[in-house]
Nanobody, 124 residues
């Protein structure tokens, strides 16, 4: 069983930055590809970014490309989402997710384990 715990959310003004963390309780964190998703009020959960097991492969939603950066520290069992130049439309609950699949995708149903989410609110 994999447990994921996100942290780092909060309230920030437009143009500001936040760094989200997702800590995994798992024996071999490098076995898991990681994804970040978000869900705004009244909207479906959407893909934000993904990172392969050793960080060689990344993918980003067009809406966040150039502003958000995903990274991981396998020694600390943690994946990060650095969020810069935040916009009000980035306001959402952010979730990290893990998968043992070799081929990583943007589809939420391909991820087996999910955190509880952390709220990010960007004011105008």
């Amino acid at each position: 069983q994999v447990q994921l715990v996100e942290s780092g959310g909060g309230l920030v003004q437009a143009g500001g930055s936040l760094r989200l963390s997702c800590a995994a309780s798992v024996r071999t964190f490098s076995n898991y590809g990681m994804g970040w998703f978000r869900q705004a009020p009244g909207k479906e959960r959407e893909f934000v970014a993904l990172l392969s097991q050793y960080g060689r492969t990344t993918d980003y939603a067009d809406s966040v490309k150039g502003r958000l950066t995903v990274s991981r520290d396998n020694a600390k069992n943690t994946v990060y989402l650095q969020m810069n130049s935040l916009k009000p439309e980035d306001t959402a609950v952010y979730y990290c997710a893990a998968t043992t699949a070799v081929l990583l995708t943007r589809r939420s149903y391909d991820y087996d384990y999910w955190g509880q989410g952390t709220q990010v609110t960007v004011s105008p």
